[in-house]
T-cell receptor, first 109, second 114 residues
Framework: AQRVTQPEKLLSVFKGAPVELKCNYSYSGSPELFWYVQYSRQRLQLLLR??SRESIKGFTADLNKGETSFHLKKPFAQEEDSAMYYC???????????FGKGTKLSVIP | ETGVTQSPTHLIKTRGQQVTLRCSSQ?????VSWYQQALGQGPQFIFQ???????GRGNFPPRFSGLQFPNYSSELNVNALELDDSALYLC?????????????FGQGTRLTVV
């Protein structure tokens, strides 16, 4: 069975402070990992995926297979980063996304 | 290019009734997935349709069924509604090519069962 755990329901940081949103997963093979974001009154949208190894809006995430983690990081938080963040996993040969429960990031001005 | 659209945006039904939710996929996308998002939870996979055939299903009972049409739009049908079916239902479309499996989500349909 595949599972995604986001231990923090809410994370509050001050503007300019570093941000780390935690994501741990359980999957027996090689998964594909994603971060989705939902800004207020907007639809769920892809932020980044591990296979792209890219930085989007200053966010990065590295897949750590040893620790089965895919934490989302940003060195300096901005007010516009306030949103709901979901970590998601896709198993090999499957199109099904398994989501975590989400972390609400609140950036305090 | 148009995005994923869902209708209706809100719906109230009585326990035991049946409901149909609709989704128009993004232009050019041939795959549609449906997710249920209960309050305070992440989206949970219901099933996926590819070229009018169901090709993946999550842990949902048979009273959750679907259809995909030749234009790749889709319907989610839920029979014998229960109070626990109250949730946001999300539709996502994609056009899987190689390693690109990005899913584009609609704004959702909020279903309330009373």
């Amino acid at each position: 069975a595949q599972r995604v755990t986001q231990p923090e329901k809410l994370l509050s940081v001050f503007k300019g402070a570093p941000v780390e949103l935690k994501c741990n997963y359980s999957y027996s093979g090689s998964p594909e990992l994603f971060w989705y974001v939902q800004y207020s009154r907007q639809r769920l949208q892809l932020l980044l995926r591990h296979i792209s190894r890219e930085s989007i809006k200053g966010f990065t995430a590295d897949l750590n297979k040893g620790e089965t983690s895919f934490h989302l990081k940003k060195p300096f938080a901005q007010e516009e980063d306030s949103a709901m963040y979901y970590c998601a996993l896709k198993g090999a040969g499957s199109y099904q996304l398994t989501f975590g429960k989400g972390t609400k990031l609140s950036v305090i001005p | 290019e148009t995005g994923v659209t869902q209708s209706p945006t809100h719906l109230i039904k009585t326990r035991g009734q049946q409901v149909t939710l609709r989704c128009s996929s993004q232009s050019g996308h041939n795959t549609v997935s449906w997710y249920q998002q209960a309050l305070g939870q992440g989206p949970q996979f219901i099933f996926q349709y590819y070229r009018e055939e169901e090709n993946g299903r999550g842990n949902f009972p048979p009273r959750f069924s679907g259809l995909q049409f030749p234009n790749y739009s889709s319907e989610l049908n839920v029979n014998a509604l229960e109070l626990d079916d109250s949730a946001l239902y999300l539709c996502a479309s994609s056009f899987p090519t190689g390693s690109n499996t990005e899913a584009f989500f609609g704004q959702g349909t909020r279903l309330t069962v009373v």
